[in-house]
Protein backbone atom coordinates (compact mmCIF):
# COMPACT_ATOMS: atom_id res chain seq x y z
CA UNK A 1 0.00 0.00 0.00
CA UNK A 2 1.49 3.69 -1.00
CA UNK A 3 2.14 5.52 1.92
CA UNK A 4 3.54 8.93 1.88
CA UNK A 5 6.01 9.93 3.60
CA UNK A 6 7.01 13.64 4.15
CA UNK A 7 10.51 15.05 3.77
CA UNK A 8 10.17 16.26 7.27
CA UNK A 9 10.04 12.89 8.56
CA UNK A 10 13.70 12.64 7.18
CA UNK A 11 16.00 13.36 10.56
CA UNK A 12 19.56 15.31 9.41
CA UNK A 13 22.31 14.34 7.20
CA UNK A 14 24.90 12.25 9.47
CA UNK A 15 27.94 14.86 10.63
CA UNK A 16 30.35 13.03 8.74
CA UNK A 17 28.74 12.82 5.68
CA UNK A 18 29.95 15.38 2.62
CA UNK A 19 26.18 16.13 0.83
CA UNK A 20 27.57 15.78 -2.59
CA UNK A 21 24.54 14.92 -4.45
CA UNK A 22 26.82 11.62 -6.69
CA UNK A 23 28.50 10.83 -4.02
CA UNK A 24 27.49 6.85 -3.86
CA UNK A 25 26.31 7.37 0.10
CA UNK A 26 23.99 9.97 -1.36
CA UNK A 27 23.25 7.44 -4.90
CA UNK A 28 21.94 4.88 -1.70
CA UNK A 29 20.04 7.91 0.29
CA UNK A 30 18.31 8.52 -2.96
CA UNK A 31 17.30 5.01 -3.58
CA UNK A 32 16.01 4.83 0.28
CA UNK A 33 13.84 7.62 -0.55
CA UNK A 34 12.47 6.00 -3.39
CA UNK A 35 11.04 2.64 -1.33
CA UNK A 36 9.67 4.21 1.72
CA UNK A 37 6.52 5.17 0.33
CA UNK A 38 5.42 1.27 -0.42
CA UNK A 39 6.90 0.16 2.79
CA UNK A 40 3.49 0.85 4.88
CA UNK A 41 3.70 0.67 8.81
CA UNK A 42 7.03 -0.49 8.17
CA UNK A 43 8.11 3.09 7.09
CA UNK A 44 8.35 3.80 10.83
CA UNK A 45 11.53 2.07 11.08
CA UNK A 46 12.82 3.55 8.08
CA UNK A 47 15.51 6.22 9.28
CA UNK A 48 17.64 2.59 10.47
CA UNK A 49 17.81 2.23 6.61
CA UNK A 50 19.67 6.17 6.84
CA UNK A 51 22.63 4.97 9.08
CA UNK A 52 25.01 2.82 9.24
CA UNK A 53 25.40 0.82 12.98
CA UNK A 54 28.63 0.88 13.24
CA UNK A 55 31.86 2.40 11.25
CA UNK A 56 35.26 1.73 12.69
CA UNK A 57 38.21 3.65 10.72
CA UNK A 58 41.27 2.25 11.82
CA UNK A 59 45.43 3.65 11.42
CA UNK A 60 47.44 0.62 9.51
CA UNK A 61 50.90 1.87 9.85
CA UNK A 62 52.93 -0.64 8.07
CA UNK A 63 57.30 -0.92 7.82
CA UNK A 64 57.48 -0.51 4.03
CA UNK A 65 60.54 -3.01 2.75
CA UNK A 66 63.17 0.08 2.66
CA UNK A 67 62.55 0.91 6.63
CA UNK A 68 60.26 3.92 6.41
CA UNK A 69 57.19 3.52 8.08
CA UNK A 70 53.72 4.14 5.83
CA UNK A 71 50.54 4.90 7.28
CA UNK A 72 47.13 3.90 5.46
CA UNK A 73 43.60 4.74 6.26
CA UNK A 74 41.12 1.88 6.65
CA UNK A 75 37.42 1.34 7.09
CA UNK A 76 35.07 -1.39 8.07
CA UNK A 77 31.20 -0.41 8.18
CA UNK A 78 28.34 -2.77 9.98
CA UNK A 79 25.31 -1.24 8.07
CA UNK A 80 22.86 -3.52 9.65
CA UNK A 81 23.03 -6.57 11.41
CA UNK A 82 19.03 -7.18 11.89
CA UNK A 83 19.05 -10.17 10.16
CA UNK A 84 22.59 -11.84 10.94
CA UNK A 85 25.97 -11.17 11.10
CA UNK A 86 27.79 -8.38 8.89
CA UNK A 87 28.87 -9.76 5.25
CA UNK A 88 30.60 -7.95 2.48
CA UNK A 89 34.20 -7.27 1.18
CA UNK A 90 36.96 -5.48 1.41
CA UNK A 91 38.11 -2.93 -1.17
CA UNK A 92 41.72 -1.96 -1.57
CA UNK A 93 41.59 1.49 -3.82
CA UNK A 94 43.48 4.98 -3.42
CA UNK A 95 40.02 6.29 -4.02
CA UNK A 96 38.41 4.54 -1.07
CA UNK A 97 36.69 6.80 1.60
CA UNK A 98 34.52 6.30 4.77
CA UNK A 99 31.51 7.71 2.63
CA UNK A 100 31.96 4.95 0.00
CA UNK A 101 32.83 2.43 1.77
CA UNK A 102 29.44 3.04 4.10
CA UNK A 103 27.58 3.32 0.78
CA UNK A 104 28.68 -0.54 0.28
CA UNK A 105 27.93 -1.88 2.88
CA UNK A 106 24.23 -0.35 3.00
CA UNK A 107 23.87 -1.81 -0.70
CA UNK A 108 25.00 -5.27 1.24
CA UNK A 109 22.46 -5.23 3.78
CA UNK A 110 19.73 -4.63 1.17
CA UNK A 111 21.57 -6.98 -1.31
CA UNK A 112 21.77 -10.05 1.26
CA UNK A 113 17.96 -9.61 2.41
CA UNK A 114 16.85 -9.26 -1.52
CA UNK A 115 18.16 -12.67 -2.00
CA UNK A 116 17.27 -14.01 1.31
CA UNK A 117 20.79 -15.08 2.74
CA UNK A 118 20.60 -14.70 6.61
CA UNK A 119 23.40 -11.82 6.82
CA UNK A 120 23.25 -8.46 7.57
CA UNK A 121 24.85 -5.57 5.45
CA UNK A 122 28.99 -4.63 6.07
CA UNK A 123 31.96 -3.62 3.86
CA UNK A 124 35.93 -2.81 4.53
CA UNK A 125 38.45 -0.94 2.70
CA UNK A 126 41.50 0.78 2.96
CA UNK A 127 42.88 3.39 0.89
CA UNK A 128 45.35 2.40 -1.04
CA UNK A 129 46.94 1.82 -4.58
CA UNK A 130 48.11 -2.01 -3.68
CA UNK A 131 49.63 -2.06 -7.13
CA UNK A 132 52.80 0.36 -5.48
CA UNK A 133 53.09 -2.52 -2.78
CA UNK A 134 55.38 -5.38 -2.34
CA UNK A 135 54.12 -8.54 -1.76
CA UNK A 136 55.52 -8.45 1.64
CA UNK A 137 54.48 -4.90 2.16
CA UNK A 138 50.94 -5.96 0.95
CA UNK A 139 50.80 -8.93 3.62
CA UNK A 140 52.12 -6.51 6.64
CA UNK A 141 48.99 -4.31 5.50
CA UNK A 142 46.43 -6.95 5.15
CA UNK A 143 47.82 -8.49 8.91
CA UNK A 144 48.02 -5.14 10.64
CA UNK A 145 44.54 -3.92 8.90
CA UNK A 146 43.07 -7.43 9.97
CA UNK A 147 44.32 -7.06 13.65
CA UNK A 148 42.94 -3.35 13.87
CA UNK A 149 39.32 -4.45 12.49
CA UNK A 150 39.30 -7.57 14.51
CA UNK A 151 37.40 -6.08 17.34
CA UNK A 152 34.81 -6.12 15.12
CA UNK A 153 34.97 -9.22 12.91
CA UNK A 154 34.51 -13.11 13.56
CA UNK A 155 32.47 -15.79 11.79
CA UNK A 156 29.31 -14.86 14.23
CA UNK A 157 29.97 -11.17 13.67
CA UNK A 158 30.62 -10.01 10.52
CA UNK A 159 32.77 -11.67 7.68
CA UNK A 160 34.51 -9.98 5.37
CA UNK A 161 34.97 -11.43 1.77
CA UNK A 162 37.04 -9.96 -1.30
CA UNK A 163 36.29 -6.53 -3.40
CA UNK A 164 38.02 -4.40 -5.58
CA UNK A 165 42.20 -5.19 -5.75
CA UNK A 166 41.65 -8.11 -2.75
CA UNK A 167 41.78 -11.71 -3.93
CA UNK A 168 41.71 -15.43 -1.98
CA UNK A 169 45.71 -14.55 -1.23
CA UNK A 170 44.60 -11.38 0.59
CA UNK A 171 41.88 -13.60 2.37
CA UNK A 172 43.87 -16.37 3.72
CA UNK A 173 46.09 -14.11 5.12
CA UNK A 174 43.21 -12.31 7.32
CA UNK A 175 41.92 -16.15 7.97
CA UNK A 176 45.47 -16.31 8.86
CA UNK A 177 45.79 -12.95 11.64
CA UNK A 178 42.39 -13.71 12.69
CA UNK A 179 43.00 -17.26 13.96
CA UNK A 180 46.76 -16.33 15.20
CA UNK A 181 45.15 -13.46 17.56
CA UNK A 182 42.42 -16.44 18.58
CA UNK A 183 44.85 -19.16 19.32
CA UNK A 184 42.44 -21.50 16.80
CA UNK A 185 42.06 -21.44 13.33
CA UNK A 186 38.47 -20.12 12.24
CA UNK A 187 38.49 -20.65 8.34
CA UNK A 188 34.73 -19.16 8.72
CA UNK A 189 35.89 -15.59 9.47
CA UNK A 190 35.86 -14.66 5.82
CA UNK A 191 35.24 -15.91 2.73
CA UNK A 192 36.80 -16.01 -1.01
CA UNK A 193 39.58 -18.49 0.31
CA UNK A 194 41.56 -20.54 -1.37
CA UNK A 195 40.28 -24.18 -1.54
CA UNK A 196 42.83 -25.78 0.64
CA UNK A 197 42.18 -23.51 3.62
CA UNK A 198 37.84 -23.60 3.51
CA UNK A 199 37.07 -21.65 0.27
CA UNK A 200 34.07 -22.80 -1.98
CA UNK A 201 34.51 -24.30 -5.38
CA UNK A 202 32.85 -22.06 -7.76
CA UNK A 203 33.17 -18.74 -5.42
CA UNK A 204 36.20 -16.77 -8.25
CA UNK A 205 33.27 -17.27 -10.75
CA UNK A 206 30.39 -16.74 -8.93
CA UNK A 207 29.72 -12.91 -9.23
CA UNK A 208 30.20 -13.11 -13.00
CA UNK A 209 28.03 -16.00 -12.65
CA UNK A 210 25.14 -14.26 -11.60
CA UNK A 211 25.55 -11.54 -13.44
CA UNK A 212 24.87 -14.08 -16.38
CA UNK A 213 21.98 -15.78 -14.76
CA UNK A 214 20.23 -12.81 -14.12
CA UNK A 215 21.25 -10.73 -17.41
CA UNK A 216 19.56 -14.30 -18.82
CA UNK A 217 16.38 -14.28 -17.37
CA UNK A 218 16.04 -10.45 -17.65
CA UNK A 219 16.38 -10.89 -21.29
CA UNK A 220 14.14 -13.88 -21.83
CA UNK A 221 11.24 -11.57 -20.32
CA UNK A 222 12.14 -9.05 -22.14
CA UNK A 223 12.25 -10.82 -25.52
CA UNK A 224 15.68 -9.92 -25.91
CA UNK A 225 17.87 -12.90 -27.73
CA UNK A 226 21.45 -13.28 -26.55
CA UNK A 227 22.44 -15.58 -29.21
CA UNK A 228 24.17 -12.91 -31.51
CA UNK A 229 23.64 -10.03 -28.53
CA UNK A 230 26.05 -6.98 -28.87
CA UNK A 231 28.01 -6.69 -25.45
CA UNK A 232 30.02 -3.84 -23.86
CA UNK A 233 31.68 -4.56 -20.87
CA UNK A 234 32.90 -1.28 -18.66
CA UNK A 235 35.88 -3.46 -15.41
CA UNK A 236 37.13 -6.48 -16.70
CA UNK A 237 38.33 -8.09 -13.63
CA UNK A 238 36.54 -10.93 -11.45
CA UNK A 239 33.23 -9.66 -12.17
CA UNK A 240 33.46 -8.47 -15.63
CA UNK A 241 35.91 -10.90 -17.53
CA UNK A 242 34.12 -13.89 -16.50
CA UNK A 243 30.54 -12.10 -16.73
CA UNK A 244 31.88 -11.94 -20.54
CA UNK A 245 33.19 -15.32 -20.77
CA UNK A 246 29.95 -16.71 -19.84
CA UNK A 247 27.78 -14.54 -22.30
CA UNK A 248 30.16 -15.33 -25.20
CA UNK A 249 30.18 -18.86 -24.39
CA UNK A 250 26.04 -18.44 -24.88
CA UNK A 251 26.73 -17.14 -28.21
CA UNK A 252 26.28 -13.08 -27.28
CA UNK A 253 29.67 -11.08 -28.96
CA UNK A 254 31.31 -8.85 -26.58
CA UNK A 255 32.63 -5.96 -28.78
CA UNK A 256 33.78 -3.71 -26.36
CA UNK A 257 35.48 -3.62 -23.06
CA UNK A 258 36.90 -0.81 -20.86
CA UNK A 259 39.24 -0.58 -17.97
CA UNK A 260 41.53 1.45 -15.66
CA UNK A 261 44.31 1.33 -18.71
CA UNK A 262 41.64 1.90 -21.54
CA UNK A 263 39.46 0.57 -24.49
CA UNK A 264 39.41 -2.33 -26.71
CA UNK A 265 36.36 -2.56 -29.82
CA UNK A 266 35.83 -5.51 -31.98
CA UNK A 267 32.42 -5.33 -34.22
CA UNK A 268 32.87 -8.91 -34.87
CA UNK A 269 33.14 -9.89 -31.12
CA UNK A 270 36.41 -9.77 -29.10
CA UNK A 271 37.94 -13.35 -28.60
CA UNK A 272 37.18 -13.54 -24.15
CA UNK A 273 39.23 -15.82 -23.82
CA UNK A 274 42.49 -14.49 -25.40
CA UNK A 275 41.62 -10.91 -23.72
CA UNK A 276 41.24 -12.90 -20.20
CA UNK A 277 44.48 -14.32 -20.82
CA UNK A 278 46.20 -10.95 -22.02
CA UNK A 279 44.28 -9.31 -19.14
CA UNK A 280 46.14 -11.61 -16.57
CA UNK A 281 49.82 -11.42 -17.64
CA UNK A 282 49.40 -7.49 -18.48
CA UNK A 283 46.89 -5.81 -15.66
CA UNK A 284 45.11 -4.09 -18.07
CA UNK A 285 43.45 -4.40 -21.95
CA UNK A 286 45.68 -1.85 -23.11
CA UNK A 287 47.69 -2.94 -25.86
CA UNK A 288 45.65 -6.00 -26.71
CA UNK A 289 45.76 -7.16 -30.68
CA UNK A 290 43.38 -7.80 -32.37
CA UNK A 291 41.19 -5.44 -31.66
CA UNK A 292 40.82 -1.38 -32.32
CA UNK A 293 41.25 1.20 -29.72
CA UNK A 294 38.56 2.50 -28.15
CA UNK A 295 38.85 6.02 -26.19
CA UNK A 296 37.25 7.52 -23.18
CA UNK A 297 33.82 8.62 -23.80
CA UNK A 298 33.24 6.14 -26.95
CA UNK A 299 33.07 3.65 -24.87
CA UNK A 300 29.31 4.81 -23.82
CA UNK A 301 28.02 5.53 -27.15
CA UNK A 302 29.18 2.08 -28.65
CA UNK A 303 26.39 0.08 -30.50
CA UNK A 304 25.33 -2.62 -27.96
CA UNK A 305 22.01 -4.59 -26.48
CA UNK A 306 23.86 -4.87 -23.33
CA UNK A 307 26.00 -2.52 -21.24
CA UNK A 308 27.44 -4.45 -18.18
CA UNK A 309 28.93 -1.58 -16.08
CA UNK A 310 31.24 -4.15 -13.57
CA UNK A 311 33.99 -1.84 -12.40
CA UNK A 312 33.16 1.23 -10.23
CA UNK A 313 30.33 2.93 -8.74
CA UNK A 314 28.86 6.33 -10.25
CA UNK A 315 30.00 5.36 -13.81
CA UNK A 316 26.51 5.64 -15.58
CA UNK A 317 26.25 8.91 -15.85
CA UNK A 318 23.31 11.10 -17.16
CA UNK A 319 25.18 12.17 -20.10
CA UNK A 320 26.26 8.59 -20.72
CA UNK A 321 22.52 7.07 -19.60
CA UNK A 322 21.90 9.50 -22.71
CA UNK A 323 24.24 8.18 -25.08
CA UNK A 324 23.94 3.82 -24.82
CA UNK A 325 22.11 2.34 -27.35
CA UNK A 326 21.71 -0.91 -24.70
CA UNK A 327 18.46 -2.39 -24.17
CA UNK A 328 19.20 -3.64 -21.02
CA UNK A 329 22.12 -2.83 -18.19
CA UNK A 330 23.40 -5.67 -15.73
CA UNK A 331 24.97 -3.65 -13.05
CA UNK A 332 27.85 -5.96 -12.22
CA UNK A 333 29.42 -3.15 -9.74
CA UNK A 334 27.75 -1.74 -7.22
CA UNK A 335 26.12 1.31 -6.96
CA UNK A 336 27.45 1.97 -11.10
CA UNK A 337 24.29 4.19 -12.24
CA UNK A 338 23.76 7.56 -10.67
CA UNK A 339 20.16 8.16 -9.71
CA UNK A 340 19.48 10.86 -12.53
CA UNK A 341 20.80 7.96 -15.07
CA UNK A 342 18.18 5.70 -13.68
CA UNK A 343 15.15 7.65 -14.50
CA UNK A 344 17.30 8.92 -18.27
CA UNK A 345 17.27 4.54 -18.32
CA UNK A 346 13.74 4.20 -17.28
CA UNK A 347 12.24 6.98 -19.87
CA UNK A 348 13.91 5.51 -22.85
CA UNK A 349 13.05 1.99 -21.68
CA UNK A 350 16.44 0.50 -21.35
CA UNK A 351 15.91 -2.27 -18.57
CA UNK A 352 18.28 -1.92 -15.30
CA UNK A 353 18.89 -5.37 -13.83
CA UNK A 354 20.22 -3.45 -10.08
CA UNK A 355 23.52 -4.93 -8.28
CA UNK A 356 22.01 -5.96 -5.52
CA UNK A 357 20.25 -8.90 -7.45
CA UNK A 358 22.81 -8.89 -10.47
CA UNK A 359 26.03 -8.79 -8.90
CA UNK A 360 24.72 -11.11 -5.53
CA UNK A 361 26.23 -14.49 -6.83
CA UNK A 362 29.41 -13.65 -4.99
CA UNK A 363 28.29 -13.06 -1.53
CA UNK A 364 25.33 -16.10 -2.48
CA UNK A 365 28.46 -18.45 -2.82
CA UNK A 366 30.15 -16.97 0.23
CA UNK A 367 27.13 -17.78 2.06
CA UNK A 368 27.91 -21.67 0.90
CA UNK A 369 31.60 -21.20 1.89
CA UNK A 370 30.50 -20.43 5.21
CA UNK A 371 28.06 -23.18 5.85
CA UNK A 372 30.22 -25.94 4.36
CA UNK A 373 33.22 -24.31 6.78
CA UNK A 374 30.37 -25.11 9.89
CA UNK A 375 29.92 -28.51 9.15
CA UNK A 376 33.37 -29.05 7.57
CA UNK A 377 31.59 -30.91 4.50
CA UNK A 378 32.37 -29.68 0.92
CA UNK A 379 30.28 -29.53 -2.18
CA UNK A 380 30.70 -30.43 -5.64
CA UNK A 381 31.25 -27.46 -8.19
CA UNK A 382 28.11 -28.98 -10.13
CA UNK A 383 26.03 -28.65 -6.66
CA UNK A 384 27.53 -24.96 -6.36
CA UNK A 385 26.42 -23.75 -9.31
CA UNK A 386 22.97 -25.57 -9.06
CA UNK A 387 22.14 -24.31 -5.88
CA UNK A 388 23.20 -21.07 -6.96
CA UNK A 389 21.27 -21.15 -9.96
CA UNK A 390 18.04 -21.77 -7.87
CA UNK A 391 18.47 -18.98 -5.64
CA UNK A 392 19.16 -16.33 -7.99
CA UNK A 393 16.57 -17.08 -10.46
CA UNK A 394 14.13 -17.66 -7.37
CA UNK A 395 15.21 -14.02 -6.23
CA UNK A 396 15.18 -12.45 -9.59
CA UNK A 397 11.25 -13.72 -10.11
CA UNK A 398 10.65 -12.35 -6.51
CA UNK A 399 11.67 -9.35 -7.40
CA UNK A 400 10.75 -9.16 -11.21
CA UNK A 401 7.05 -10.12 -9.49
CA UNK A 402 7.05 -7.46 -7.37
CA UNK A 403 8.15 -4.48 -10.29
CA UNK A 404 4.99 -5.84 -12.22
CA UNK A 405 2.43 -5.71 -9.28
CA UNK A 406 3.64 -2.32 -8.11
CA UNK A 407 4.75 -0.60 -11.10
CA UNK A 408 7.94 0.07 -10.35
CA UNK A 409 11.74 -0.58 -11.70
CA UNK A 410 13.45 -3.16 -10.50
CA UNK A 411 15.45 -1.42 -8.12
CA UNK A 412 12.52 0.14 -6.74
CA UNK A 413 11.15 -3.64 -6.07
CA UNK A 414 14.75 -5.26 -5.04
CA UNK A 415 14.61 -2.48 -2.41
CA UNK A 416 10.80 -3.10 -1.39
CA UNK A 417 11.70 -7.16 -1.42
CA UNK A 418 15.04 -6.54 1.25
CA UNK A 419 13.73 -3.44 3.12
CA UNK A 420 10.47 -5.06 4.17
CA UNK A 421 12.58 -8.09 5.38
CA UNK A 422 14.99 -5.95 7.21
CA UNK A 423 12.60 -3.82 8.75
CA UNK A 424 10.23 -6.65 9.79
CA UNK A 425 13.90 -8.57 11.61
CA UNK A 426 14.07 -4.85 12.92
CA UNK A 427 10.86 -3.95 14.13
CA UNK A 428 10.15 -7.64 15.72
CA UNK A 429 13.54 -7.51 17.43
CA UNK A 430 12.34 -3.93 19.07
CA UNK A 431 14.45 -1.13 20.34
CA UNK A 432 17.22 -2.06 22.45
CA UNK A 433 17.26 -1.63 25.82
P1 LIG B 1 38.62 -6.33 -9.83
O1 LIG B 1 39.66 -5.62 -9.05
O2 LIG B 1 38.81 -7.77 -10.14
O3 LIG B 1 38.37 -5.57 -11.22
C1 LIG B 1 38.04 -4.22 -11.29
C2 LIG B 1 38.00 -3.81 -12.74
O4 LIG B 1 37.56 -2.45 -12.83
C3 LIG B 1 39.36 -3.87 -13.42
O5 LIG B 1 39.21 -4.38 -14.74
C4 LIG B 1 39.79 -2.41 -13.47
O6 LIG B 1 40.68 -2.12 -14.53
C5 LIG B 1 38.44 -1.74 -13.68
N1 LIG B 1 38.46 -0.32 -13.35
C6 LIG B 1 38.91 0.26 -12.21
N2 LIG B 1 38.80 1.60 -12.30
C7 LIG B 1 38.27 1.86 -13.51
C8 LIG B 1 37.94 3.05 -14.21
N3 LIG B 1 38.10 4.25 -13.63
N4 LIG B 1 37.40 2.94 -15.45
C9 LIG B 1 37.23 1.75 -16.03
N5 LIG B 1 37.54 0.59 -15.43
C10 LIG B 1 38.06 0.65 -14.19
O7 LIG B 1 37.25 -6.08 -9.06
P2 LIG B 1 35.91 -6.93 -9.13
O8 LIG B 1 35.93 -7.87 -7.98
O9 LIG B 1 35.69 -7.41 -10.52
O10 LIG B 1 34.83 -5.80 -8.75
C11 LIG B 1 34.24 -4.95 -9.74
C12 LIG B 1 32.94 -4.40 -9.20
O11 LIG B 1 32.09 -5.48 -8.86
C13 LIG B 1 33.05 -3.55 -7.93
O12 LIG B 1 32.06 -2.55 -7.96
C14 LIG B 1 32.74 -4.55 -6.83
O13 LIG B 1 32.26 -3.91 -5.65
C15 LIG B 1 31.66 -5.35 -7.51
N6 LIG B 1 31.44 -6.67 -6.94
C16 LIG B 1 32.44 -7.59 -6.81
C17 LIG B 1 32.17 -8.84 -6.28
C18 LIG B 1 33.21 -9.92 -6.20
O14 LIG B 1 32.86 -11.04 -5.79
N7 LIG B 1 34.44 -9.69 -6.57
C19 LIG B 1 30.88 -9.14 -5.82
C20 LIG B 1 29.87 -8.19 -5.98
C21 LIG B 1 30.17 -6.97 -6.53
Redesign the pocket.
Known sequence: MLQQVPASARQEHLSYISPHPDSPWQTYLAQVDRVVPYLGPLARWAETLRRPKRALIVDVPIEMDDGSVRHFEGFRVQHNLSRGPGKG?V?YHPDVTLEEVMA?SAWMTVKNAAVGLPYGGAKGGIRVDPEQLSRKELERMTRRYTSEIGIIIGPQQDIP?????TNPQIMAWMMDTYSMNIGGTATGVVTGKPIQLGGSLGRVK??GRGVYVTGREAARRIGLELRGARIAV???????GVAAELFAAAGAKVVAV????GGVFRESGLDVARLNAYVHEHH?VAGFADADVLTGEDFWGVGCEVLIP????GQLTEARARRTTAKMVLE???GPTLPAADDVLLDRGVLVVPDVIC?AG??TVSYFEWVQDFSSFFWSEDEINARLEKILVGAFTAIWETSERLKVPLRTAAFVVACERVLEARAERGLYP
Request: proline share 3%; net charge negative; aromatic share 4%.
Open positions: GRLAPDVNATQGFGNVGQDHTGAALEGANNGV
